[in-house]
């Protein structure tokens, strides 16, 4: 291994090393706690090295963003190809997304609440968004119904299950209630 390829694995493992504190930190005391002195102190570090990797913390977020995207998919994808016939496969979608929201709260913020530097819905947004996005029309696009436009059922889906996730969580809906929603929406969205 050249000296080259052993400086970008430890620099590729320092910024793991700094998303994972981040997330760590953002799951145990909220993202306010996430400071980039904080960080530093916590994977023994100075600041100039988390400044060489992310200009600070909007960036930071975005890191997280994006691999809580990737992780969503994969827990949506997972879910759905555990269920047999189109209403279970969109219950399972909906239960996924929100044990993902509730599991990992600040991941979940990160991804669609607190500006991480990304563009959404847009031609230069990450593939890690897209693909999560694409994790859901993947099961849901086909039970929109006729005359209406996959994506557009998705999105309408999307921030219906988004709601339940941030108003419950905000006690807003009381959550032995969630799957009594989750039901609803299913019935009343997917023309099953």
């Known amino acids: 291994m050249s000296v080259q390829e052993r400086k970008q694995r430890e620099r590729a493992g320092r910024e793991r090393l700094i998303v994972a504190t981040a997330r760590e930190l ?9 400071t980039t002195r904080r ?27 994006l691999e809580g995207a990737t992780e969503l998919a994969a827990a949506v994808r997972t ?9 279970e496969r969109v219950a399972a979608l909906a239960h996924a997304y929100l044990d993902f929201a509730e599991r990992h709260p600040a991941v979940y913020d990160a991804i669609f609440q607190l500006d991480g530097g990304l563009a959404y819905a847009q031609e230069d947004t990450p593939e890690q ?20 436009h996959p994506g557009l059922f998705t999105e309408v889906f999307w921030a219906a299950l988004h709601g339940v996730a941030t108003l ?6 009381p959550p032995e209630d969630t799957q009594r929603r989750v039901e609803l929406l299913v019935d009343r969205l997917a023309e099953l």
């Open 26 to 34: 953002a799951e145990q005391q909220g993202w306010d706690a996430v």
């Open 129 to 148: 968004l897209k693909d999560a996005f694409a994790a859901l029309l993947e099961s849901l696009g086909d039970v929109a119904g006729d005359g209406v």
């Open 79 to 87: 879910a759905a190809s555990r269920a047999s016939g189109s209403r």
């Open 168 to 173: 419950t969580r905000a006690r807003r809906l």
């Open 39 to 65: 960080l530093a102190e916590r994977i023994e570090y100075s600041q100039p090295v988390l400044y060489s990797h992310f200009r600070g913390k909007r960036e930071i977020i975005g890191a997280v963003a």
